[in-house]
T-cell receptor, first 112, second 115 residues
Framework: DAGVTQTPRHEVAEKGQTIILKCEPV?????LFWYRQTKIQGLELLSY????????DGGAFKDRFKAEMLNSSFSTLKIQPTEPKDSAVYLC??????????FGPGTRLLVL | GDSVTQTEGQVALSEEDFLTIHCNYS??????LFWYVQYPGEGPQLLFR?????EKGSSRGFEATYDKGTTSFHLRKASVQESDSAVYYC??????????????FGEGTKLTVSS
C-alpha cells in the first residue's frame, strides 16, 4: 500500500500570501491529522478528522489555519495570510481505529 | 490534560554504548504508549507500542516496558549504531478507551551516535 503522500515537499511564500498544502492518507484510513513541527514547540496538533468530520481544530491555530477533508482520500491545509512565524514543517498523518498513525514526509514551509 | 515528558533533549553516544531515553506520562485514563523515530527529511515512523501494564514493546533492538506504577515507558537499546542517530518521540493515545485517536507527543530526544 502507498503511504501518506504530501505535496509540495517544499514551499516558499511571501508574507501575506495564501498557501495550500495537500495530503493523501493511506487508503482505507478514516482518521486524518495535521501537525506543525518546529524546533521550539515540537509537534503540535492543528486538526483532526474522523471519517471526514472535524473532531478537533487546534485553538491557537483557528484564525489563519483551515483544514478541510474534501473526500476520504484527500485533505488540504490552507494558511491565509501567511506570516514568517508560520515557517515550519507541516506533517499529515492517517490511521484506522486501533492502528497507529502513519506520517507523511512533511511539507517544509518558509515564509519570507 | 494528558502529557508526556522526555527528560533528555539530546543524547550523544559512541557505537556499542547502551541507550536509555526516559519517558514519563500523565493521563487520566489507560493510554496506549508509543515510541516513534524521525530521520532527517522524513515524518515520524512507529517503532513500537504497548497497550497494557507490564507489556514490552520492541523493534530493531529497541525496547520499552509499560509501567503503570511509575507512569513510565523508557526506551532502551543495548548497543547503538551510527544508523540509530535520529530524533525519538514518546507519545500516548487514549484511543483504546474509545477516546480521541490523537497522539500527545513528548518533546523529542535527539540521539547522535558517533563511530
Amino acid at each position: 500500500d502507498a503511504g501518506v503522500t504530501q505535496t509540495p515537499r517544499h514551499e516558499v511564500a511571501e508574507k501575506g500570501q495564501t498557501i495550500i498544502l495537500k495530503c493523501e492518507p493511506v487508503s482505507g484510513h478514516n482518521d486524518l491529522f495535521w501537525y506543525r513541527q518546529t524546533k521550539i514547540q515540537g509537534l503540535e496538533l492543528l486538526s483532526y478528522f474522523r471519517s471526514k468530520s472535524l473532531m478537533e481544530d487546534g485553538g491557537a491555530f483557528k484564525d489563519r489555519f483551515k483544514a478541510e477533508m474534501l473526500n476520504s482520500s484527500f485533505s488540504t491545509l490552507k494558511i491565509q495570510p501567511t506570516e514568517p512565524k508560520d515557517s515550519a514543517v507541516y506533517l499529515c498523518a492517517s490511521s484506522l481505529k486501533l492502528v497507529p498513525q502513519y506520517f507523511g514526509p512533511g511539507t517544509r514551509l518558509l515564509v519570507l | 490534560g494528558d502529557s508526556v515528558t522526555q527528560t533528555e533533549g539530546q543524547v550523544a553516544l559512541s557505537e556499542e554504548d547502551f541507550l536509555t531515553i526516559h519517558c514519563n506520562y500523565s493521563a487520566s485514563g489507560y493510554p496506549t504508549l508509543f515510541w516513534y523515530v524521525q530521520y532527517p527529511g522524513e515524518g515520524p515512523q512507529l517503532l513500537f507500542r504497548a497497550s497494557r501494564d507490564k507489556e514490552k514493546g520492541s523493534s530493531r533492538g529497541f525496547e520499552a516496558t509499560y509501567d503503570k506504577g511509575t507512569t513510565s515507558f523508557h526506551l532502551r537499546k543495548a548497543s547503538v549504531q551510527e544508523s540509530d542517530s535520529a530524533v525519538y518521540y514518546c507519545a500516548l493515545s487514549d484511543q483504546g478507551q474509545g477516546g480521541s485517536a490523537k497522539l500527545i507527543f513528548g518533546e523529542g530526544t535527539k540521539l547522535t551516535v558517533s563511530s
